[in-house]
């Protein structure tokens, strides 16, 4: 079993940049494949980063490639998401993701575990 919980939303100016963070309960952490995805009101969730275990493979979605980066530190227990030059729409509730197992994929279907998500909001 693992608990996800995420941090660092907030409401930001486009162009500006935000760090969210995303804290793993459970020991196998380091085992678990990664991912963050994101929903806009009215709009299905969909896929934005996702990382492997061992931080060997990353995945980005077009729409944030060069902007957004995913990273982990698997002695802490959490995943991040950098994101720079953001743009309204960017606007979403971010959740983070677990997947357990070793192949990394970006399915929502895929993810066994989720988070509660975190508000992001970017003004024009």
């Known amino acids: 079993q693992v608990q996800l919980v995420e941090s660092g939303g907030g409401l930001v100016q486009a162009g500006g940049s935000l760090r969210l963070s995303c804290a793993a309960s459970?020991?196998?952490?380091?085992?678990?494949?990664m991912g963050w995805f994101r929903q806009a009101p009215g709009k299905e969730r969909e896929f934005v980063a996702a990382?492997?275990?061992?931080?060997?493979?990353?995945y980005y979605a077009d729409s944030v490639k060069g902007r957004f980066t995913i990273s982990r530190d698997n002695a802490k227990n959490t995943v991040y998401l950098q994101m720079n030059s953001l743009n309204p729409e960017d606007t979403a509730v971010y959740y983070c993701?677990?997947?357990?197992?070793?192949?990394?994929?970006?399915?929502?279907?895929?993810?066994?575990?989720w988070g509660q998500g975190t508000q992001v909001t970017v003004s024009s």
């Open positions: 993701a677990a997947r357990g197992n070793l192949v990394l994929t970006t399915s929502l279907q895929d993810y066994d575990y």
């Open positions: 459970g020991r196998t952490f380091s085992s678990y494949g």
């Open positions: 990382i492997s275990w061992s931080r060997g493979t990353r």
